[in-house]
């Protein structure tokens, strides 16, 4: 099965830049990600934490 990928992505031009974009995807995703944890506030950190034990009554539920 890997023959037949291979064998057809052989004969792409540039297909080799596939990767390489993909790998500075995941990498500015994960550093951005990285940025905005440590640099969220602690209050709105509690804040979205405790929303699986709030027990507001005004929610409808299905």
Known sequence: MLRFIKGNLENIDGVGIYPLISLLIFFVFFV???????????????????IPLDNDTNKTSL
Do not use: G, M, P, R
Not at 32 to 50: G, Q
């Open 32 to 50: 951005v990600l990285f940025w905005w944890v440590f640099t969220a506030k602690k209050e709105y950190i509690e804040e979205v934490s405790n």
